[in-house]
T-cell receptor, first 112, second 115 residues
């Protein structure tokens, strides 16, 4: 059974810092991995999707990597800003079931 | 539509009543998912639909929960005889495809409160 874990559960950093969020999954049979952000009381906003054959994806200050064989992904945020404060979730599209399995998220706070 | 649309955005109901939640996916998206998010918790898979294939209902927590989708259009999630533990945000998402390029897009959710 696919399980997704995110570390740390919460993170507080001063503005301008570069930071790394971690996501691990137990079964490497995935179609893709997707990173989302969720603001309080809101739905999820897609940030990056990495297909199973890809190693990384970049969008602006965000860079996500995928190491499928070791069951790990990282989301790198460069030059963090207070507007980056949100909960970040990763999800894997399990190729056995087509379900997206989510981690419990990392709650990020960027201090001005 | 431009994005995934869900209604109602908020629903307060009394224990024992039935509720219906609606999801309108992005036009052309063949896959549609329902998730439940309890306060402070992660996303819990409920059900997904893919085109005209039989839905995967493996995440529905009890027979009080059911969902329908006609073709590749609107879906409704129905909860019968609501209980207080059903209080949560119900999130709907759609994807163009189920394969490796299938990016998932979410609606804003329907917040259900059962008194």
């Amino acid at each position: 059974k696919q399980e997704v874990t995110q570390i740390p559960a919460a993170l507080s950093v001063p503005e301008g810092e570069n930071l790394v969020l971690n996501c691990s999954f137990t079964d490497s049979a995935i179609y893709n991995l997707q990173w989302f952000r969720q603001d309080p009381g809101k739905g999820l906003t897609s940030l990056l999707l990495i297909q199973s054959s890809q190693r990384e994806q970049t969008s602006g200050r965000l860079n996500a990597s995928l190491d499928k064989s070791s069951g790990r992904s990282t989301l790198y945020i460069a030059a963090s800003q207070p507007g980056d404060s949100a909960t970040y979730l990763c999800a894997v599209n399990d190729s056995g079931t087509y379900k997206y399995i989510f981690g419990t998220g990392t709650r990020l706070k960027v201090l001005a | 539509g431009a994005g995934v649309s869900q209604s109602p955005s908020n629903k307060v109901t009394e224990k024992g009543k039935d509720v219906e939640l609606r999801c309108d996916p992005i036009s052309g998206h063949t896959a549609l998912y329902w998730y439940r998010q309890r306060l402070g918790q992660g996303l819990e898979f409920l059900i997904y639909f893919q085109g005209n294939s039989a839905p995967d209902k493996s995440g529905l927590p009890s027979d009080r929960f059911s969902a329908e989708r006609t073709g590749e259009s609107v879906s409704t999630l129905t909860i019968q005889r609501t209980q207080q533990e059903d209080s949560a945000v119900y999130l709907c998402a759609s994807s163009l495809t189920l394969t490796n390029t299938g990016e998932l897009f979410f609606g804003e959710g329907s917040r259900l409160t059962v008194l």
